[in-house]
C-alpha cells in the first residue's frame, strides 16, 4: 500500500459538531435535566419532610440545579480517561487519523521533572543540595541496583570502586556551588556508565 505525503500531510478529517448531535438533542438533554431535577426535588422534600423540616421548594430547586450545573462543568473539564492497557487502536496496525491532544507525554513529564529543579536552584547553592543531589544520588543508587545488586548505603566500599572518585565525592560532599550544564553532563555520563 503506497501513501502519497499529500495523503499523510492532507487534512481528511470531516468536521466534529452536528454531526455527531442526534436531532433533538438540545430538547431531550433539557428534557433529562427537569426530570433529573424532579426526581431528586422529590426525594429531597420527602426526606426533609421525614425529618421534620420545611425547606421553600424554589430553595430546593435552585440548590439541585445548581449542583447538577457544577457536575456538567466538572465532567466538561476532567481529562479523558487513561487508555486501556493492552487495548489496540485499530486492527490494521494503522493510527486512526487523529492525534489527542490532551494526552499526557511521560517524556515531557520526567523531563519537567528534571528542568524545573535545575532551573530553580541554578544559582542557589542550597536548593541545588536539598532539591537535586538527593534525586542524583537516588538514580545513582538505582543503577547501582539494578545492575551491580548493591547501594551506597548496603556496600559502600563496592558502590564507590564502581562510581569512581570524581562521582562518589560529588553524591556524597554537598556543593560549594551549583554545578554548571558541562559539569552535569559529565556528571550524568559518569552514572549511564554504571
Known amino acids: 500500500?503506497?501513501?502519497?505525503?499529500?495523503?499523510?500531510?492532507?487534512?481528511?478529517?470531516e468536521p466534529v459538531g452536528d454531526a455527531?448531535?442526534?436531532?433533538?438533542?438540545?430538547?431531550?438533554?433539557?428534557?433529562?435535566?427537569?426530570?433529573?431535577?424532579?426526581?431528586?426535588?422529590?426525594?429531597?422534600?420527602?426526606?426533609?419532610?421525614?425529618?421534620?423540616l420545611r425547606v421553600p421548594i424554589w430553595i430546593i430547586v435552585a440548590g439541585v440545579?445548581?449542583?447538577?450545573?457544577?457536575?456538567?462543568v466538572t465532567a466538561a473539564l476532567s481529562p479523558p480517561p487513561p487508555p486501556r492497557a493492552g487495548v489496540r487502536a485499530s486492527s490494521a496496525g494503522e493510527e486512526p487519523g487523529t492525534w489527542n491532544w490532551s494526552a499526557r507525554d511521560a517524556l515531557r513529564t520526567a523531563i519537567n521533572g528534571w528542568e524545573r529543579p535545575l532551573d530553580w536552584c541554578a544559582d542557589n547553592r542550597e536548593r541545588f543540595t536539598e532539591r537535586v543531589l538527593p534525586r542524583l544520588g537516588e538514580l545513582a543508587d538505582e543503577r547501582l541496583r539494578q545492575r551491580h545488586g548493591v547501594t551506597r548505603e548496603s556496600d559502600p566500599a563496592r558502590a564507590r570502586a564502581l562510581l569512581g572518585e570524581p562521582l562518589w565525592t560529588f553524591l556524597g560532599t554537598p556543593a560549594r556551588r551549583p554545578p554548571t550544564p558541562r559539569d552535569l553532563a559529565a556528571i550524568v555520563a559518569e552514572l549511564e556508565k554504571i
Open 65 to 72: 440545579l445548581a449542583v447538577l450545573a457544577v457536575r456538567r
Open 20 to 52: 455527531e448531535r442526534p436531532s433533538g438533542g438540545r430538547a431531550r438533554g433539557l428534557l433529562r435535566t427537569a426530570a433529573v431535577t424532579a426526581a431528586v426535588v422529590v426525594v429531597i422534600v420527602v426526606g426533609l419532610r421525614a425529618v421534620g
Open 1 to 13: 500500500m503506497s501513501t502519497s505525503i499529500d495523503d499523510l500531510l492532507g487534512s481528511g478529517e
